[in-house]
Nanobody
Framework: QVQFVESGGGLVQPGGSVRLSCGAS????????IGWFRQAPGKEREGVTC????????YYLDSVKGRFTISRDNAKNTVYLQMNSLKPEDTAVYYC???????????????????WGQGTQVTVSS
């Protein structure tokens, strides 16, 4: 059973920063493409960013380009989402997810992902 441990969410002021972490037990994250998704109240879940296995492919939602960065620390078996210059519209529950066929590939299509974390709330408000 694949298990994620997500952390790092919370309340942050507009313009602030937060880093989300997605760690895993019982499997090696670097073998998978990893995506971060978010779901705001009353809205559909959307793909924010993803990174392929081997880190050669990344994708960013247009609204987060230049503000968010996805990265891996393979020694810690953890994927991070660094979020800067946060806006109230970034408020959502953020989920990490793993895609089994992630070699040189990642996608923002949530239906292609096989394993999901439990989500962590990020609230951007003054």
């Amino acid at each position: 059973q694949v298990q994620f441990v997500e952390s790092g969410g919370g309340l942050v002021q507009p313009g602030g920063s937060v880093r989300l972490s997605c760690g895993a037990s019982r499997f090696t994250l670097d073998d998978y493409a990893i995506g971060w998704f978010r779901q705001a109240p009353g809205k559909e879940r959307e793909g924010v960013t993803c990174i392929s296995s081997g880190d050669d492919i990344t994708y960013y939602l247009d609204s987060v380009k230049g503000r968010f960065t996805i990265s891996r620390d393979n020694a810690k078996n953890t994927v991070y989402l660094q979020m800067n210059s946060l806006k109230p519209e970034d408020t959502a529950v953020y989920y990490c997810a793993a895609h089994r066929s992630g070699n040189h590939y990642c996608t923002a299509n949530l239906y292609e992902y096989h394993y999901w974390g439990q989500g962590t709330q990020v609230t951007v408000s003054s």
